[in-house]
């Protein structure tokens, strides 16, 4: 074998080691630190888009009128309740701040009024701690199907955003009532007392649906702050 060609494979292999070794390097380097998170800004929570009712009993054709009975009564539902509606934006915002506190966070409330309750725009935002961004999900009352009786339904969507490159510290939709199971991190489910045997009652008892959908509130606020403190 000429020299020049024992020059050109003896290069080529040096090479091959130095991305062999460079590969090894890489991967064993340790992830980036998680940060220690101390201060926590709530971003002002906007209220759901409306209240929807469902009654989800009927099976076949009959599913066809049922819709249109549901937002019917969906309609009827949302101009009772509208006040609810929209105070449950400011009643969230304040329960998270509350139930992170408890959990020895410094929260406090973002000094910046959003527009749109599904989009952050970190950079955008004053101050240096992280975020928590909440919306809610669908939110009313729900009859499950092959029963009659209706209980609260309240989901929402949290996302904990570090500033700069650290990107999301906690992320997890949450359900509360309806679609909740169990003890999960994801579920609270509602207290059995908030079980309303038809459409009537949920007009009639505005009382009793405004504290259904308090207690959501609390309960998914407790589950965030709880979920963030266990994750470190």
């Not at 209240?51 to 049922?66: C, K």
């Not at 009313?140 to 949290?158: E, W």
């Amino acid at each position: 074998m000429s020299s020049t060609r024992r020059f050109v494979l003896s290069a080529a292999a040096a090479a091959l080691g130095a991305v062999a070794l460079t590969g090894c390097s890489r991967s064993s380097m340790p992830e980036a630190p998680r940060p220690v998170v101390r201060k926590i800004l709530v971003m002002p929570v906007l209220p759901p888009d409306r209240f929807w009712t469902y009654n989800n009993w009927v099976l076949g054709f009959a599913a066809i009128p049922s819709a249109v009975a549901n937002r019917i009564k969906s309609n009827i539902f949302e101009e009772k309740m509208v006040a609810e509606r929209q105070a449950m934006g400011p009643k969230l915002t304040a329960a998270l701040v509350e139930h992170l506190r408890r959990e020895g966070y410094d929260a406090d409330v973002l000094g910046y009024q959003p527009k749109d309750p599904y989009t952050l725009d970190i950079d955008k935002l004053p101050g240096t701690d992280p975020v928590l961004h909440v919306y809610f999900g669908d939110t009313g009352m729900d009859s499950a199907r092959l029963s009659s009786f209706y209980q609260p339904r309240v989901n929402i969507s949290a996302n904990l955003v570090g500033r700069g490159d650290v990107g999301s510290l906690y992320e997890e939709s949450i359900y509360y009532g309806a679609d909740a199971r169990g003890e999960a991190s994801w579920s609270v489910p509602a207290p059995e007392r908030f079980r309303f045997p038809d459409f009537a009652s949920l007009v009639d008892r505005p009382a009793e649906v405004v504290a259904s959908l308090d207690a959501g509130i609390q309960g998914l606020a407790q589950r965030v702050a709880r979920n963030i403190k266990d994750q470190g």
